[in-house]
């Protein structure tokens, strides 16, 4: 059952979403307020949220941070009316998986909803099914703690494993620095480091076919890196 929670106060963007949603298959929950939102995912989390940034009393970004702070790992979708580049990328920073300006295309969110749900059943399979998997010359053995290039070991530093594992584990979406200084490099939120540009410097060097033009560990500027398969 895929179940979505939209936290959006205008009962009239809401009850559309819903109803469209609805259609299509999906179990929905709308909170009118972020708390209420914020409790609700965390209470019983849905499989993808929809968060307006524009609320009554908690803003939208707070909800996320908070949301990401609580351990709340399913993908969120941003939809605003705020289309400034600078907050689309404070969104992003703080952990949203997909935004979407109002006013919006309803055919667009909803592939978009449905993208991102795909997304997470494949990794959700990849992370029960599949101990072992592998990107161009690369293979990756999650058990064996072991990383092989053309059939060759390829030596990783622990730190440097468990880095390449996070970004495995989240193909396709941009992980903040913060999220990777702080989830993997066990940081403080507010700590300012280069060891997480020395560490993804030696993955490339490793890793990458010309680690002068990486083509699976990206870099989204001024945000963080990407994992592409």
């Not at 300006?101 to 992370?127: G, W, Y």
Request: charged share 30%; aromatic share 6%.
């Amino acid at each position: 059952m895929t179940d979505i929670l939209i936290i959006e106060d205008n009962p009239s963007i809401a009850d559309g979403i819903r109803q469209n949603l609805e259609v299509e298959g999906y179990v929905v929950r709308v909170a009118g307020s972020g708390a209420g939102g914020l409790r609700s995912a965390l209470d019983r989390p849905p499989t993808l949220v929809i968060l307006d940034l524009t609320l009554p009393d908690i803003d939208g970004f707070q909800v996320l941070r908070s949301l990401r702070d609580g351990g709340f790992e399913k993908p969120v979708l941003i939809l605003s009316a705020r289309v400034g580049e600078a907050d689309k990328l404070r969104g992003f920073r703080v952990g949203a998986d997909d935004y979407v300006t109002k006013p919006f295309s309803l055919r667009e969110l909803l592939a978009r909803v449905d993208a991102l749900c795909r997304r997470r059943d494949r990794q959700s399979d990849r992370r029960q099914d599949r101990m072992v998997t592998s990107f161009g010359e690369v293979e990756v053995d999650f058990v064996a703690h072991r990383v092989t290039r053309g059939g060759r070991e390829v030596p990783l530093r622990p730190r440097e494993f468990e880095l390449l594992k996070t970004l495995m584990e989240h193909p396709g979406r941009v992980l903040t620095r913060l999220e990777l200084l702080r989830d993997v490099m066990g940081f403080s939120s507010g700590a300012v480091s280069r060891a997480l540009d020395t560490h993804i410097a030696e993955l490339r060097r490793k890793l990458e076919p010309d680690a002068s033009k990486p083509r699976h560990i990206v870099t989204v500027w001024a945000v963080g890196y990407r994992f592409e398969p």
